[in-house]
């Protein structure tokens, strides 16, 4: 796997989700789109799990896809959440105890949500969370789904607004990782670190204060960013010297799979 050429060639997308976490598509059908796009090179990162890495490596061997093994682990760093995308991962015996203990909290998160939504008169089961998880992550896509199905909201993101996000009443810290350790398991893994989405931070001192860590990119193209706002990403890669990558962050129809603003 080399990085750079893959970006030099230009014709990738590298920010993805699939079933195995919090994504619409399974990673062989996510396989499949890739290369109906004639996409040359993609990375499966689903959220703190490897889970779909195998299913989607078969599938683009058997279509000529090349597929980059992956990851996006959630880490926290002065009160923001920063995701950190891992590429090139191999498993470890580090890095999977962290995500079975990862796993772990996340079920026991999601009871807690439940029991949030119970006292609100608001009753889902971990039988209809399950029907919208493929994978072994329960997400908050995934009990705001059950919810829409139960008929208590519109869609996923009234839940959201009203229940799920931050500082909401059915809100429930998750377990992260500081963001050292987070780019400590990829390099044991032999990964590539690279920081993920940095609009979201909101916040480009914090960007660069991370930039001055040892991860080894930062995701230039995403399809949040604005063409200015990639501009001044690159421009910071240059400055810190970082691989520039990119992705769609695809998780379901409406992320437009290998569309992200790339202009080299």
């Given at each position: 796997m080399n990085l750079r050429e893959i970006i030099k060639r230009g014709n990738f997308d590298l920010h993805m989700h699939t079933t195995a976490s919090d994504g619409v598509l399974s990673p062989a059908e996510i396989v499949k789109m890739a290369v109906s796009k004639g996409i040359e090179s993609i990375a499966i990162t689903d959220h703190d799990t490897l889970q779909g890495i195998n299913e989607a490596v078969e599938t683009g061997k058997k279509y000529g896809l090349n597929v980059i093994s992956g990851i996006e682990l959630s880490t926290k760093y002065k009160g923001k959440n920063i995701d950190i995308l891992g590429y090139g991962i191999e498993e470890s015996n580090q890095l999977q105890e962290t995500l079975q203990e990862i796993r772990d909290h996340r079920e026991n998160r999601a009871h807690l949500i439940l029991?949030?939504?119970?006292e609100l008169g608001i009753n889902i089961s971990e039988k209809d969370i399950k029907q919208h998880s493929d994978g072994d992550v329960i997400a908050r896509p995934h009990i705001a789904k059950a919810v829409v199905d139960r008929g208590y909201a519109q869609n996923v993101q009234e839940v959201f607004d009203l229940y799920l996000a931050?500082?909401?009443p059915c809100a429930v810290d998750k377990m992260v990782l500081s963001p050292e350790e987070?780019?400590?398991?990829?390099?044991e893994s032999g990964g590539l670190a690279v920081l993920?989405?940095?609009l979201l931070i909101r916040d480009d001192t914090?960007?660069?204060e991370?930039?001055?860590?040892?991860?080894d990119g930062i995701e230039v193209w995403h399809r949040k960013h604005s063409l200015e706002d990639s501009n001044r990403y690159k421009t910071l890669a240059e400055k810190y010297n970082k691989?520039?990558?990119g992705g769609s962050d695809y998780h379901f129809e409406e992320h437009a799979l290998g569309e992200f603003g790339y202009k080299p």
């Open positions: 029991k949030k939504f119970a931050d500082g909401k987070g780019i400590s398991l990829i390099h993920a989405h940095p914090i960007v660069e991370l930039l001055n860590l040892s991860l691989i520039m990558t």
